[in-house]
């Protein structure tokens, strides 16, 4: 038995956590998940202590106020559980530990970490029970997620190395069965490896059963392409290639043109509600209501799904394409549901919608997706009800009432009554084009025809509610108006808008006051007899009116006419004549039509002929359509630009009150809606019905229509630019020439596309909305969106390299995407180039997308490559974010230490050198980290690397500068100014700490010699490096010398000049994701106020010591002597005291001497202060002494005043 298994603790981290304790199952002793995941970091630290603060952020980054009260809960239950194992804890006041020879880790035995070493390999796989805290919650703390994703990855890798180590032993040892044995096990339980599965199958190969290889081929296939939608690989195609024939199983065949537009099922379930009644009576009312209800269906010119018994599936959006057929079908519920069933009938009803592939003419719904889950919301409906999924309740919110309400253990949505009589909204942003329509409607002349006003624009632009906003004043100002309105679907409907608007009107006016003085006969008949009275027509188109009316009425047999039947211009002039006609004579008269562009070819004739009429009174025609349509008539134009941000910002904090939506996420809407009122109403519901902000899905069914209606090649070019982000003539080409096109096609497609308004016409084209283009790419599926990043990241790797090439974050993102193993490598090269940018917070987020590309990486050795190049970029990034001292950077460089091989060359050795320099010498003694730099510096002078000497350079000198050997700090910032002034290229000189080394080096200088009281000398050469780095324009760099000239002049005592500069500072950090810098600004600016008289400004300089004490310690005594001069500067002498008392701890525990000499000149003056004139003066008397023997005159001279001026004050 191996020593590790007699531990008193045993830990199991792998699959189902599990410990023991003294040979006692205790799980159950730990009740929830955070005391479990504390016991994985403590265990897997091996002994390494954590401070409490590290493990609070880990476990609790979002709870700053209860992360410790939390953590020591959580202690409080893992001591609880190890009271028998007293040894177990190497705990101090604030750092935590496990004793690792205590406890058995799981994971530790399968890497063969320290004190598993003695395991053989089948005792090491044999804890390969799963992945790490596989079925454990975790916390959404970027620390925590990175600790895990390198421990799995660690593990993949070491699991990957022992399998292939102990197959390769059992070959050589001639144990082939086992051999085949052990390869089918890995595949059992790791089947979504393909490694495994290319171990298998060249072990049946070289075996020679050829058939048997064939089939665990097979297998693969079909799991990469079940799992990731990806064939396997070419390594593994290559073993199955060499003498035999591969037979792959077809893939599932699919339409030849995949077409996806929006479509809604209605769902109608019939069924008997009186058991009493007699079959055949009920069987008769099934019947007639199905009748019935299909009648009211295609009169609609809805597709109904046949073979459903007597049930209905009634199908919105096909064959007539529709951008809202949610919309449709919610109407068509509400007119089932007033209908009269026959005795004995009840029936239920669902509705469901989305974005659907269309199969055939026969079933449009492939898979009948939609209808089966409409059907089944049907069959839970009670008898009148109308339940919706809540796909619809998003798409409904915004004209229907839908009610929640908990029923069969699920969360079901009411469908209740269409919103009638909502006010007119209140408009943003559109003062001008109001006014335009004012003006217009005041000059109207009578006696002539109508003037027309066409309003043109984007869909959700607006069009519709200026149009009611100026139907509500020209009401108020006395005037008649009239609204009509196109409608989906009706296109080939002749004169569908009048008819709604004359029926609204008799049903809601006309009738109530003229029906009892209307003629006897049926209702249709006397509505059209009431109609012409009204307006005085001849009784000779009372028949052609009745058809317009009640088109059913008027139909006959075949061939047979209709009586009194009126041509298509008689109609057109009686129904231009009731659309002029005014209630009360000599009012001016608004008629408002709405979306012309669906408009039928009858009513597009009927405005025509209206707009010829000669009018006694005023008429205004205000008119609705996209930017598409062509009018035959003359018309003013007013075409809607999107708002400005200002007016859009006013109309999502109108439209989301009562939502309390954070100013962050109303900041998002403005920005994601482009100006688009309608996308940022549409964000707003989907918000509050707590969805995220994008594509919503009322706005996913608009694009999805207009997607349709494109010609396939247009289609495939629209989703595919889609896909790569933007409309690039090289990727297009590229495209094109796959799909059997030429580059003179793509002008024709790209005039397609912007004729749908999916693109803009400007050059380069562009799409319109991002909305679009993200609507867009949610119509492919995710195979095919996986093919096509591929293959625009192979378009992308394929350009001409003397060509200004794309951002590699762009090519990293379409190689994640495509699931390709280079993607690390691209997300590090654009995490470089935001480094050197300055882009703090966007380096961060490149990041973490290349920690999460690791796992596309196979091969064990390029992965950990890449996560070591990741961990060092990382471990730069933390420097400039939190300081070289934060728990982040020391943990990215603990773990380049833990990833770093031998053979990965010399440049990434000087930057894992660098790294743990940098740690050291911020929380460290200045002696160890001085030893650092030296052995830095003698590796880079070994390896003769210019670059890497240089900043070795910098950081000897840097050291010793702190250690007070000002005058060896000024000879090594020279030669760094001399090595690294002689690089070809600035971007070679921000490889360390992302700034410009010569400039950093200039001013760094410029304090050494001030140091040695060369004040002008200094003074100069921190100038020249502070205009260098502007000249340059780099934010680092410029925030990294302009806080080492704050110091200078702080050093020199000039306070104006201190302030100057620091005002300076502290907007150019603020720029940046420089948190720790720009903390330190304000501390400077702090000092300089308050020495002014500003008792408030001592808090800043009390913010930045908390924060050097949490991202850079050594600094924290520059700032605690700052604090002390303020305390002093309002005689508070014992605050400055513990302010000096602090700073003398910090300084002698890093061993700083270069401040040593302002430490005791200010401690002087805290004691002059309280009244000790003796101790002020041996204090002074001591700076004086020890300054000249660091050479240190700047500090000597000051010393050497205050002891004049005491012993002049004393004479």
């Not at 058995?104 to 992945?131: H, I, N, Q």
């Not at 595949?187 to 058939?211: F, K, M």
């Not at 006419?561 to 211009?569: I, K, L, Q, T, Y």
């Not at 509050?688 to 289609?715: F, H, K, M």
């Amino acid at each position: 038995m191996h020593p590790s298994l007699l531990r008193p603790v045993q830990l199991r981290l792998l699959g189902e956590f599990d410990v023991a304790v003294g040979d006692v199952q205790s799980t159950r002793a730990i009740t929830y998940n955070k005391p479990r995941l504390l016991l994985a970091l403590l265990a897997l630290a091996q002994g390494k202590p954590y401070t409490r603060a590290e493990l609070a952020d880990m476990l609790w980054p979002d709870e700053l106020r209860d992360g410790r009260a939390n953590l020591r809960h959580a202690l409080f239950v893992l001591r609880r559980l190890f009271e028998r194992v007293p040894d177990v804890w190497l705990s101090s006041n604030n750092t935590l530990a496990l004793n690792p020879r205590a406890i058995m880790v799981d994971v530790l035995a399968l890497t063969g970490g320290p004190g598993y070493e003695a395991l053989s390999l089948e005792e090491r796989l044999s804890y390969d029970r799963g992945r790490l805290l596989e079925y454990t919650e975790l916390p959404e703390s970027p620390a925590f997620i990175s600790w895990r994703t390198s421990w799995q990855s660690r593990i993949e890798r070491e699991i990957s190395e022992c399998r292939k180590a102990l197959l390769s032993r059992q070959i050589e040892q001639g144990r082939h069965a086992d051999a085949l044995e052990h390869a089918k096990s890995w595949v059992q339980a790791h089947p979504d490896d393909e490694g495994a599965h290319r171990q298998l199958i060249r072990l049946l190969r070289d075996s020679g059963n050829r058939e048997a290889a064939l089939l665990a081929y097979d297998d693969c296939v079909a799991v990469m392409r079940e799992r990731y939608d990806s064939e396997p690989s070419e390594e593994t195609r290559e073993l199955v290639q060499d003498g035999m024939a591969v037979i792959e199983p077809p893939p599932p065949e699919l339409p030849g043109e995949r077409q996806y537009r929006p479509l809604a099922v209605l769902a109608v379930i019939l069924s008997p509600d009186d058991a009493g009644m007699h079959p055949e009576q009920t069987l008769h009312g099934l019947q007639m209501a199905r009748k019935h209800l299909l009648d009211l269906a295609r009169k609609e010119g809805c597709h109904v799904l046949r073979g459903m018994a007597s049930n209905l599936a009634i199908v919105f959006g096909y064959p007539s394409l529709t951008e809202r057929p949610t919309h449709a079908g919610a109407r068509l519920a509400c007119a089932f549901r007033n209908v009269a069933l026959p005795p004995g009938v009840r029936v239920g009803m669902g509705l469901h919608a989305d974005i659907a592939l269309i199969e055939s003419d026969e079933r449009p719904d492939a898979g009948a997706l939609v209808t089966q889950e409409a059907m089944r919301l049907g069959y839970l409906a009670e008898a009148g009800e109308v339940l919706v999924s809540a796909a619809v309740r998003d798409r409904l919110a915004d004209q229907f009432g839908v009610r929640s309400e908990k029923r069969y253990g699920r969360d079901l949505c009411l469908l209740e009554a269409p919103l009638e009589g909502q006010g007119v909204h209140r408009m943003f942003g559109r003062v001008r084009e109001f006014d335009s329509l004012v003006r217009m409607w005041a000059r109207l002349p009578p006696a002539h025809p109508p003037t027309a006003m066409m309003m043109r624009g984007e869909p959700g632009i607006g069009k519709s509610l200026l149009a009611g906003v100026m139907a509500e004043y020209v009401r108020r100002t006395g005037g008649e108006v009239c609204l009509l309105a196109c409608h989906e679907g009706h296109g080939d409907t002749p004169f569908h808008p009048v008819r709604e608007y004359l029926l609204r009107r008799l049903s809601l006016e006309w009738g109530a006051t003229d029906i009892s003085d209307a003629p006897a006969g049926d209702l249709r008949s006397r509505s059209v007899d009431i109609l012409c009275k009204r307006v005085g027509l001849d009784a000779s188109v009372r028949d052609g009116l009745r058809r317009v009316l009640f088109p059913e009425s008027g139909r006959g047999g075949p061939g047979e006419p209709v009586p009194g039947d009126a041509s298509r211009g008689q109609l057109v002039e009686v129904l231009a004549a009731i659309l002029a006609h005014r209630d009360e004579p000599g009012r001016p008269r608004l008629l408002i039509w709405e979306d012309l562009h669906w408009a039928d070819q009858s009513s597009l004739a009927l405005i025509q002929a209206l707009m010829g009429r000669m009018q006694a009174a005023p008429m205004m025609v205000l008119t609705t359509a996209r930017e598409e349509f062509s009018r035959t008539w003359q018309a003013h134009d007013l075409v809607l630009k999107p708002l400005d941000r200002q007016a859009m910002a006013e109309l999502v904090v109108h439209r989301s009150r009562g939502q309390r939506l954070a100013p962050r996420l109303r900041s998002q809407i403005v920005s994601g809606a482009e100006g688009i009122p309608l996308y940022a109403e549409e964000m707003v519901r989907q918000v509050a019905l707590g969805g995220d902000i994008g594509v919503t899905p009322v706005v996913a069914d608009l694009i999805a229509s207009r997607l349709s209606a494109l010609d396939p090649a247009a289609r495939r070019l629209a989703q595919f630019a889609a896909v790569a982000g933007r409309l690039d003539d090289a990727l297009l080409a590229r495209a094109a020439a796959a799909g059997g096109l030429s580059s003179r096609d793509i002008p024709r497609l790209l005039g397609e596309l912007h004729r749908r308004g999916l693109i803009d016409d400007g050059v380069p084209a562009s799409f319109r909305h991002e909305l679009i283009r993200a609507a867009i790419y949610t119509t492919l599926n995710p195979g095919e969106r996986r093919r096509q990043h591929e293959q625009v990241a192979q378009y992308l790797l394929d350009m001409d390299p003397r060509a200004k090439g794309p951002e590699p974050a762009y090519i990293a993102l379409h190689l994640d995407q495509a699931g390709r193993p280079e993607a690390a490598r691209w997300w590090c090269l654009a995490m470089r180039d935001a480094l050197a940018q300055s882009a703090i917070g966007e380096a961060q987020a490149l990041s973490e997308r290349a920690l999460g590309a690791l796992a596309l990486i196979e091969d064990p050795d390029a992965r950990r490559k890449a996560e070591l190049e990741c961990q060092l970029l990382r471990g730069a990034l933390f420097t400039a974010l939190k300081g070289g001292g934060a728990p982040e950077t020391s943990r990215a460089y603990a773990r380049t230490a833990e990833l770093r091989d031998s053979g990965d060359g010399p440049h990434t050795e000087f930057q894992q050198q660098w790294g743990d320099w940098m740690v050291a010498f911020c929380t460290r003694p200045h002696a160890d980290s001085l030893q650092l730099a030296d052995r830095m510096h003698r590796d880079a002078a070994q390896a003769a690397e210019g670059l890497h000497l240089g900043w070795a350079q910098y950081a000897y000198g840097y050291t010793r500068l702190w250690m007070g050997d000002a005058v060896n700090a000024e000879r090594w910032m020279r030669l760094c100014i001399q090595t690294l002034g002689g690089q070809p290229h600035h971007s070679l000189r921000y490889a360390c700490c992302g700034a410009d080394g010569v400039s950093l080096a200039r001013t760094m200088l410029g304090l050494a010699l001030t140091l040695q009281g060369r004040e002008q000398e200094g003074l100069a050469s921190a100038r020249a490096g502070v205009e260098s780095a502007e000249r340059l324009d780099h934010l680092a760099t410029r925030v990294l010398c302009l806080s080492i000239l704050t110091k200078v002049h702080w050093l020199r005592g000039d306070e104006d000049a201190t302030q100057e500069v620091a005002q300076r500072l502290a907007p150019v950090a603020g720029k940046t994701d420089f948190l720790l810098w720009n903390e330190l600004a304000q501390g400077w600016a702090g000092w300089a106020r308050a020495r002014g008289g500003d008792a408030t400004a001592v808090a800043d300089i009390e913010s930045a010591v908390r924060a050097c004490a949490e991202g850079m310690p050594v600094l924290r005594s520059t700032m605690e002597l700052l604090l002390a001069q303020a305390h002093l500067a309002w005689d508070h002498a014992d605050a400055a005291m513990g302010a000096l008392e602090r700073a003398g701890a910090i300084m002698e525990m890093f061993g700083t001497e270069f401040l040593r000499g302002e430490y005791l000149c200010l401690l002087g003056d805290a004691w002059d202060k309280q009244g000790d004139g003796a101790r002020a003066v041996a204090c002074w008397r001591q700076a004086l002494t020890e300054s000249r023997r660091l050479g240190l005159s700047l500090s000597a001279r000051k010393a050497e005043a205050r002891v004049w001026a005491e012993a002049s004050w004393a004479a």
